[in-house]
């Protein structure tokens, strides 16, 4: 019993040793971001039904990894977050493993979306640093990840470098269209203790930051438990996930005793070091921490991802009470030049508990008016957030989208009595960091003043985008007519229309203005009745329009020949010839019968009077 006591004192002192002497790395940025307060007493409205929770015990979290000497402790959070609500909706095991190197690479070496609309979003580290020293947050992880860059499989881009010295290029093939999965949402959260064990329960983990010092007074190393009394959120130099919580935690185990027992089990990156092999406590009292955040991932479900903010600046809009933002992009993911189906909307929102409402146009005909199309959901899309942050929201049924179709999404927001605030790209620049951005004329809009106002005069777009799939269908998203026609009353005709070439649409909807003068069928054939003008418009099954105005008269054009037939006799107006002193209605036929029959007898007659006069 004695030598089984002394070689486990002995393997505690090892890991003392191990954790005071390595040289931990860090990486958080502090921006001074702050959430919103959601509504009274929201935050206090889950009271959590166990008062200790540990995901080892039963097989929900995956293996601790060490960032090495880099600064990359950002990445590691986000990902051991990604790969622990995957585990949670059991879509994943334990043995998931992500790629923490494809996201901080590529955070920093970025290239244009596949769409090809954020063209100019760049962030650009200064020149003394790279991806793996310059350290990142949590805001530009989840703003990046939104755009579908990630996240992938281990195997797909391997494991970080041990040392920031050790940089390596990746093939910018893997950016985009190798995601094993992909973010569908993001909390942002004040700190609240009742929260985070909410969130934990519903999402797996949740990231946070907090500033590290190593000394004995706040890192208690034979209990690995960490509590500073004089932490500073300012301060916060180190990202980690809060995986579990224990409210009986002995606060006799810091080594500066905070009031109340209690803490938070946290997953580290430094490797599987220390009493807990990579984990320590945190007390719940920790004043430093900060970035309180959770999210939710996906398998990939969808083929294109249309926005155009991939500049990660955390900023946003702010109006009182209510206000409409709108994007309008144009349809050309689907290289087979078919349809596409819009399947979710993606938005932004710093202010919490807002209501929102959503319409989608599309066949926009001025690039100027998002709402200058066809409306599509003649029933908004509504609901509701709960946290600042990102939002993706499935249609109850999926929007047609046609190839090389303008269409546009339309958000109001709207919180009585308070501000609303949409969270938009911006460019910045700092010590350590630029974050460029591109905007053009006529994408981004917000409305006010009754009218519509574009974003890009003010360097800045909103974060709304629009997540579609690959469709077999073909429709018509443009259609044409003749432009004017004219016709006689009596006359039937068929209107020659042009869809868009190979279009599978089948069904066309044929309307007349004025029914009384010109009618028109199923099938286009229309009818002049009476005198007058009409305008038949052709609107295809995808909403696309055209018109022709037709112009009915009474005015005869005679007897003419139109490919071997001849027209119908106007009624009115008629058109007169003189034989000898007589006017004759050429638009009676029995009257014409009846005087060729004259002339043809009197012509005959006169050649026999001429023939006798002169042989006999």
Same mark, same amino acid.
């Not at 093939?173 to 959260?189: A, D, E, G, P, R």
């Not at 009115?572 to 004759?584: A, C, E, F, M, P």
């Given at each position: 019993m004695k030598l089984t006591k002394i070689i486990i004192i002995f393997i505690i002192c090892i890991m003392m040793i191990q954790v005071k002497s390595k040289d931990f790395h860090t990486g958080y940025h502090y921006l001074g971001y702050q959430p919103e307060e959601r509504e009274d007493g929201l935050y206090r409205s889950y009271l959590a039904t166990q008062s200790q929770y540990d995901p080892r015990k039963e097989g929900m979290i995956t293996r601790i990894k060490d960032q090495g000497n880099t600064e990359c402790c950002w990445a590691f959070a986000t990902i051991a977050m990604a790969e622990s609500n995957l585990i949670k909706q059991k879509l994943a095991d334990k043995d998931i493993d992500l790629s923490e190197h494809h996201l901080s690479y590529f955070l920093y070496n970025s290239s244009n979306d596949p769409l090809n609309n954020t063209f100019q979003d760049k962030t650009v580290l200064k020149s003394y640093l790279n991806y793996l020293n310059a350290g990142g947050n949590y805001l530009f992880s989840f703003q990046f990840l939104s755009g579908y860059s990630g996240v992938v499989n281990e195997n797909i881009v391997s494991f970080i470098p041990s040392s920031y010295e050790n940089i390596q290029a990746i093939d910018h093939i893997f950016q985009y269209n190798h995601n094993s999965y992909t973010l569908k949402n993001t909390y942002y959260s004040l700190y609240n203790i009742e929260n985070i064990k909410k969130m934990i329960d519903q999402y797996g983990a949740v990231g946070i930051s907090y500033q590290y010092v190593n000394n004995p007074d706040t890192m208690n190393f034979e209990h690995n438990a960490i509590y500073n009394p004089d932490g500073d959120k300012a301060l916060a130099n180190h990202s980690v996930v809060i995986v579990g919580w224990d409210d009986y935690y002995d606060k006799n185990n810091f080594s500066t005793l905070p009031q109340n027992n209690g803490a938070w089990l946290i997953k580290n990156?430094?490797?599987?070091?220390?009493?807990?092999? *990579? !984990?320590?406590?945190?007390?719940?009292?920790?004043?430093?921490? $900060?970035?309180?955040?959770?999210?939710?991932?996906?398998?990939?479900? !969808?083929?294109? =991802?249309?926005?155009?903010?991939?500049?990660? #600046?955390?900023?946003?809009?702010?109006?009182? #009470?209510?206000?409409?933002?709108? =994007?309008?992009?144009?349809? &050309?993911?689907?290289? @087979?030049? #078919? +349809?596409?189906?819009?399947?979710?909307?993606?938005? *932004?929102?710093?202010?919490?508990? $807002?209501?929102?409402?959503?319409?989608?146009?599309?066949?926009? &005909?001025?690039?100027?008016?998002? @709402?200058? *199309?066809?409306?599509?959901?003649?029933?908004?899309?509504?609901?509701?957030? @709960?946290?600042?942050?990102?939002? $993706?929201?499935?249609? +109850?049924?999926?929007?047609?989208?046609?190839?090389? +179709?303008?269409?546009?999404?339309?958000? @109001?927001?709207?919180?009585? #009595?308070?501000?609303?605030?949409?969270?938009?790209?911006?460019?910045?620049?700092? +010590?350590?960091?630029e974050l460029q951005l591109g905007t053009k004329e006529n994408q981004s809009f917000y409305y006010k003043d009754n009218k519509w106002k574009d974003l890009h005069n003010e360097s800045s777009t909103a974060r709304i985008k629009g997540l579609t799939v690959n469709a077999q269908t073909k429709s018509a998203s443009h259609v044409s007519l003749s432009k004017t026609q004219t016709m006689i009353i009596g006359e039937r005709k068929k209107l020659d229309v042009h869809l868009t070439s190979s279009t599978t649409d089948s069904k066309l909807l044929w309307q007349s203005s004025h029914p009384d003068i010109v009618e028109v069928d199923k099938n286009g054939y229309v009818t002049a009745l009476s005198l007058g003008q009409a305008t038949i418009t052709v609107t295809t099954e995808y909403g696309a329009t055209a018109s022709c105005l037709i112009e009915v008269s009474e005015k005869d054009i005679g007897i003419k020949e139109s490919q071997n037939t001849i027209n119908d006799i106007n009624k009115k107006d008629l058109k007169t010839k003189r034989v000898g002193q007589h006017i004759v209605n050429t638009s009676d036929k029995s009257v014409i019968d009846l005087y060729i029959f004259l002339l043809y007898f009197g012509g005959l007659g006169m050649m026999i009077c001429i023939y006798k006069r002169k042989y006999l």
């Amino acid at each position: 019993m004695k030598l089984t006591k002394i070689i486990i004192i002995f393997i505690i002192c090892i890991m003392m040793i191990q954790v005071k002497s390595k040289d931990f790395h860090t990486g958080y940025h502090y921006l001074g971001y702050q959430p919103e307060e959601r509504e009274d007493g929201l935050y206090r409205s889950y009271l959590a039904t166990q008062s200790q929770y540990d995901p080892r015990k039963e097989g929900m979290i995956t293996r601790i990894k060490d960032q090495g000497n880099t600064e990359c402790c950002w990445a590691f959070a986000t990902i051991a977050m990604a790969e622990s609500n995957l585990i949670k909706q059991k879509l994943a095991d334990k043995d998931i493993d992500l790629s923490e190197h494809h996201l901080s690479y590529f955070l920093y070496n970025s290239s244009n979306d596949p769409l090809n609309n954020t063209f100019q979003d760049k962030t650009v580290l200064k020149s003394y640093l790279n991806y793996l020293n310059a350290g990142g947050n949590y805001l530009f992880s989840f703003q990046f990840l939104s755009g579908y860059s990630g996240v992938v499989n281990e195997n797909i881009v391997s494991f970080i470098p041990s040392s920031y010295e050790n940089i390596q290029a990746i093939d910018h093939i893997f950016q985009y269209n190798h995601n094993s999965y992909t973010l569908k949402n993001t909390y942002y959260s004040l700190y609240n203790i009742e929260n985070i064990k909410k969130m934990i329960d519903q999402y797996g983990a949740v990231g946070i930051s907090y500033q590290y010092v190593n000394n004995p007074d706040t890192m208690n190393f034979e209990h690995n438990a960490i509590y500073n009394p004089d932490g500073d959120k300012a301060l916060a130099n180190h990202s980690v996930v809060i995986v579990g919580w224990d409210d009986y935690y002995d606060k006799n185990n810091f080594s500066t005793l905070p009031q109340n027992n209690g803490a938070w089990l946290i997953k580290n990156s430094w490797g599987e070091v220390g009493s807990e092999d *990579g !984990y320590f406590w945190m007390s719940y009292e920790e004043p430093s921490i $900060t970035d309180v955040v959770a999210a939710e991932f996906e398998k990939v479900k !969808y083929d294109y =991802n249309y926005h155009y903010d991939g500049n990660l #600046n955390p900023s946003w809009a702010t109006f009182e #009470n209510q206000m409409t933002f709108a =994007n309008i992009y144009q349809v &050309k993911g689907n290289k @087979t030049k #078919n +349809d596409e189906l819009l399947k979710a909307i993606n938005i *932004g929102i710093q202010s919490t508990d $807002t209501k929102y409402s959503i319409q989608i146009y599309r066949n926009i &005909k001025n690039n100027q008016d998002p @709402t200058s *199309g066809t409306l599509v959901n003649q029933e908004p899309i509504i609901g509701k957030t @709960t946290y600042s942050g990102l939002y $993706t929201i499935e249609l +109850d049924e999926p929007i047609t989208l046609a190839h090389d +179709d303008y269409y546009s999404i339309v958000v @109001t927001l709207n919180k009585p #009595n308070d501000f609303v605030k949409m969270f938009v790209e911006s460019y910045q620049d700092s +010590d350590w960091v630029e974050l460029q951005l591109g905007t053009k004329e006529n994408q981004s809009f917000y409305y006010k003043d009754n009218k519509w106002k574009d974003l890009h005069n003010e360097s800045s777009t909103a974060r709304i985008k629009g997540l579609t799939v690959n469709a077999q269908t073909k429709s018509a998203s443009h259609v044409s007519l003749s432009k004017t026609q004219t016709m006689i009353i009596g006359e039937r005709k068929k209107l020659d229309v042009h869809l868009t070439s190979s279009t599978t649409d089948s069904k066309l909807l044929w309307q007349s203005s004025h029914p009384d003068i010109v009618e028109v069928d199923k099938n286009g054939y229309v009818t002049a009745l009476s005198l007058g003008q009409a305008t038949i418009t052709v609107t295809t099954e995808y909403g696309a329009t055209a018109s022709c105005l037709i112009e009915v008269s009474e005015k005869d054009i005679g007897i003419k020949e139109s490919q071997n037939t001849i027209n119908d006799i106007n009624k009115k107006d008629l058109k007169t010839k003189r034989v000898g002193q007589h006017i004759v209605n050429t638009s009676d036929k029995s009257v014409i019968d009846l005087y060729i029959f004259l002339l043809y007898f009197g012509g005959l007659g006169m050649m026999i009077c001429i023939y006798k006069r002169k042989y006999l």
